[in-house]
């Protein structure tokens, strides 16, 4: 499944922004849809998770309580919704999606998902 990920862009400290994640014109048929970001120098970060099955959402530490997750009934768009930004969000943010049902365990590691969107870049600035 081809995956679009859009909704990047400048915003201050504390600001907000929401990210999109598309399956590119169809519905997304795969358990789990994932966010991760990355910085320059740094390997891939996980960020978030969505699991279709059971509706559950899953986060790093360093974003709980800041960033949720939501989808459109038609199965077609995930959402990424980041409050209280801070400039250490700063990164390139991508979607990434997986057939396989994941253990809670193996929801933040990189090598699982098999569809990677394009990255979106986040700046946190003032």
């Known amino acids: 499944v081809q995956l679009q990920a859009s909704g990047g862009g400048l915003v201050q400290p504390g600001g907000s922004l929401r990210l999109s994640c598309a399956a590119a014109g169809r519905t997304f048929n795969t358990d789990t849809v994932a966010w991760f970001r990355q910085t320059p120098g740094k390997e891939r970060e996980f960020v978030a998770a969505y699991r279709w099955s059971g509706n559950s959402q899953h986060f790093a530490d360093s974003v709980k309580g800041r960033f949720t997750i939501s989808r459109d009934s038609a199965r077609t768009t995930v959402y990424l919704q980041m409050n209280s930004l801070k400039p250490e969000d700063t990164a390139v943010y991508y979607c990434?999606?997986?057939?396989?049902?994941?253990?809670?365990?193996?929801?933040?590691?990189?090598?699982?998902?098999?569809?990677w969107g394009q990255g979106t870049l986040v700046t946190v600035s003032s």
């Open positions: 990434a999606d997986t057939t396989k049902r994941l253990i809670v365990s193996s929801l933040s590691s990189s090598r699982y998902y098999d569809y």
